[in-house]
Structure formats: C-alpha cells, structure tokens
C-alpha cells in the first residue's frame, strides 16, 4: 500500500511540474469485480488393464489383435475410445459337437449386425474369435464352449471408438 501511493505521489508531482500536461490517466480500481472463469477438462480414459482372454465381456477393447498362440492367456483391454485392435462384440454359448468355423462364423456374423448395425459382408469390419472350451465330460452341461466373438479394422488398423451402435 505504500509504495502505491509512493507511485502516485511521484507521477502527480512530474505532472504538475510539466506544462501543459494532462491529468494522469485513472487507474484502475481493485475493488473491481474479477471474472471467475472455470474449466472443465476430459476425465481421464481408465487406465489399461490386464486380462484374461476367456473373462473378456462385450465391449472390451484390445491394445493389441487377439492372441494366435494357445499358450498366451493374457491381453491388455484399453478403454474404447483410445486406439485398439480389436473390440469384443458377442459371447455366445457353444455345444460341443457345434463349436466349429461355419456355426460360429453364423453367430459372429449375427452378433455384428446385432451390435454395430453392419453385416459381415459389407467391409466395414473383419471378424474373429476365440473358443474357450470349458469342457469338463463327466459333467451334461450341454453347452461348455463359449465363443468370444471381435472385430477388428479391416486392414489390421487401429479403431478409435467403439463399433457399438
């Protein structure tokens, strides 16, 4: 406070020593309101997570393609909004005697209508899936298989979002 006025003394002691000068311009007051402004920022995508490939849900999505090798269990699932390889779609209860290409490529295909609205043939999305054989034959669980179907980008590429309609 009291260099402020320290100030003020000075300038008006130069301006009324020069002549012909006008006033000194009015400063402004802090007693002025403040604008308080507020900013909103993106929650974070959550974290990426490791999983195992047989307790993936619809609506996962994959950092990487799904694993070839039967000896890789894990995958890491990533939030669907940030790049991915692949996006879990359906899973579907299979009998044992039925758990083979044609029927599953039949289910797939209707699960990726029934979740993105685009059928298998028009190219908008290329399809795979993992069969995780829970078989255990001394029990009669009539379907121990289940099949875990995902997409992917046609040419191997990233997807950015979600493929859910």
Do not use: F, K
Request: hydrophobic share 35%.
């Amino acid at each position: 406070m009291i260099v402020r006025c320290g100030c003020v003394l000075v300038v008006a002691l130069v301006a009324g020593c020069a002549p012909n000068a006008e006033p000194p311009a009015a400063s402004p007051s802090s007693e002025e309101p403040s604008i308080a402004t507020t900013t909103t920022t993106e929650p974070a995508p959550p974290a990426a997570r490791t999983a195992n490939w047989y307790d993936l849900g619809v609506g996962d999505c994959l950092a990487d393609p799904p694993p070839v090798d039967p000896t890789v269990v894990t995958v890491t699932v990533v939030d669907c909004s940030s790049p991915h390889r692949a996006e879990v779609y359906l899973r579907a209860p299979m009998a044992v005697n039925t758990a083979v290409a044609d029927v599953v490529d039949r289910t797939c295909g209707q699960g990726l209508t029934d979740y993105t609205g685009h059928a298998v043939d028009d190219g908008t999305y290329a399809t795979t899936y993992l069969i995780d054989s829970n078989q255990n034959r001394t029990s009669s669980n009539p379907t121990p298989s289940t099949v875990i179907c995902l997409l992917e980008a046609p040419g191997g590429g990233p997807l950015v979002s979600s493929a859910r309609r």
